[in-house]
C-alpha cells in the first residue's frame, strides 16, 4: 500500500516543511506590495508570487517545484501519493527513447494500473482496458486516456482541498510577516 512520508526524499520533506510554513499564509491574501524595501526582499517577494500562482490553476501548481514538493507532501498525508506518482511516471515515459517504451509501459502498467497493483489508482474498467490494449504496441501516448483521468481527479478533489489546506493555516499578515523574517538592509552608508 503507502508508503507514507518516509517514501519522500529527507531534502523533499524539509522543503515542504519550509514551504508550507512559509506558503501558508500567503494564500489567504493577494496584496503583496510592500514599498522601499531591498533587494533582498525584493527577490523573496517574486518567491512569494510562486504559491500565489497556484491558485489560478492546477497547471502552474505542477509547473513549480516547490509546489508539486509541497503537494506529493500532501498527497502522502491523505494517502493518495500514487496519483501524482503515476501522472508524473506517464510525463517521464512519453519522453522515452522508444526502444525503452515498452519496458517502462509494462512497469507503469503493473505498478499503477492492473487490479493487483501494489499502487493502485481510481481508474474505470474501460480506461483500464484501453491502457492494456495499448500496451501491445507501446507508444507516447499509450497511457493519455489514463493521465488525463487521473489528472482531472486531482484537479477536481485534490487541488482545491490542498488550497484550502494551505488557505487555513493561521499567520500574521503576510508583509510584516516577511519584513520581520527578511528585514530590509539599511540603505545608509
Known amino acids: ?37 531591498s ?46 506518482s503515476f501522472y508524473l511516471a506517464c510525463e517521464d515515459y512519453r519522453s522515452s527513447k522508444p526502444s525503452k517504451m515498452g519496458g517502462k509501459a509494462k512497469k507503469i502498467f503493473e505498478e499503477f494500473i492492473s487490479s493487483d497493483a501494489p499502487r493502485e489508482v481510481n481508474l ?8 492494456k490494449d495499448n500496451l501491445e504496441h507501446p507508444s507516447q ?14 484537479e477536481k478533489d485534490c487541488y482545491p482541498r490542498f488550497l484550502k489546506y494551505l488557505s487555513l493555516q493561521k499567520g500574521q499578515d503576510r508583509a510584516a510577516d516577511l519584513i520581520k523574517t527578511y528585514p530590509p538592509v539599511s540603505r545608509e552608508v
Open 39 to 84: 533587494k533582498k526582499f525584493e527577490k523573496l517577494r517574486a518567491n512569494v508570487e510562486e504559491p500565489l500562482n497556484w491558485k489560478d490553476s492546477f497547471e502552474k501548481l505542477l509547473s513549480s517545484q516547490n509546489g508539486l514538493c509541497l503537494f506529493r507532501a500532501f498527497l502522502i498525508s491523505e494517502f493518495s501519493e500514487e496519483n501524482i
Open 124 to 131: 474505470d474498467h474501460v480506461t483500464k482496458a484501453i491502457t
Open 141 to 154: 501516448s499509450t497511457f493519455d486516456l489514463a493521465q488525463a483521468k487521473i489528472y482531472t481527479l486531482m
Open 1 to 37: 500500500m503507502c508508503r507514507g512520508l518516509e517514501s519522500l526524499p529527507v531534502t523533499c520533506l524539509e522543503r515542504a516543511k519550509e514551504l508550507k510554513a512559509l506558503f501558508g499564509s500567503l494564500l489567504q491574501k493577494s496584496d503583496h506590495s510592500v514599498s522601499g524595501q
